[in-house]
């Protein structure tokens, strides 16, 4: 197919828009992540495989943050399949805030048998998807079902199926350039019944599982993605809700960093201190680098050994 001039065009920014449909029956929220997805990509060094993989993944921790309502409020998403992956990490806020993580970034695996990149080989087709809800509870809420084929969207379905009971539809798909990874277009569609929908109208959402499949190549023609939700729902009868930006963005600091080498006790620091004379922690978020002296780490020591003092 020959590429569209507005193919690499760059966007101002990503959006997440939101719907009510078949009066007011139904939502659906459809995400433009692009940019975000482009921004994992380079912080964490992602195969091209990886990239398709987690961007899937950071899109629907945005779609599911959209439903937070305190300042505080997190959800995490976490994927652990008996691929080559290994463990990934996606964590979003209120504010539509994500970062994302991969145990195994740079494997990369051949295409598949139907010439696209093989995620679900990737993440494995066994394993866990779990999804924890921070809302400033006592305790977080955790939900978690089986991957049925880590692909992502399908597991995600399922997920809100097994665990909530929920019927959804869902497409995540990001394209990238075969030459160098790069990331063309990334788009997201979540649509939910509401209690009480009619089951034809349930149906009839169903059956647009086709019709979507097909929205980040759509979307890297240069389609909008107010055309992408008329063609597809326009029939359901469309209001638009609102609109909001989602950002990748990682909030690590050194004081995070120190925070976490407290904790991990004082027979690791002394080790780290006895044996390396110093660390350097590297951030699983954003691949940023802390040097930490001999003489940091015997600070923070006597603050780890102080605050086991004050237990006692």
Known sequence: ???????????????LIQCVAADGMVRIAFIDGTNLVREARKLLHLSRVAT???GRQLMMTVIMSADLKG?????STILKGDGPAGSMICTGNSRLEVKGSVANPEVELPINELGKLDV????GRNGKLSVVSDLGLKEPYVGLCNLVSGEVAIDFANYYAASLQRPVLIYLGVRVKAEDGSVRAAAGVFAEPLPGCPDDVIDRLQAKSDEIAHFSERLDAGETPEQLLESAFGEFGLSYVGEREPLYRCDCSRERIERAL?????????????????????????DKK???????????LNAATMREDDKE
Do not use: W
Request: glycine share 6%.
């Open 1 to 15: 197919m020959k590429d569209s001039v507005l193919t690499y065009k760059p966007k101002s920014q990503d959006r």
């Open 52 to 54: 398709a993989a987690l």
């Open 71 to 75: 300042e505080n409020d997190l959800v």
């Open 120 to 123: 679900g080989g990737f993440v």
């Open 262 to 286: 407290i904790s991990i006790g004082d027979d690791e620091l002394s080790q780290m201190i006895e044996e390396d004379h110093g660390a350097e922690v590297t951030c699983r978020f954003c």
């Open 290 to 300: 802390y040097q930490f002296t001999e003489e940091d780490l015997r600070a923070l």
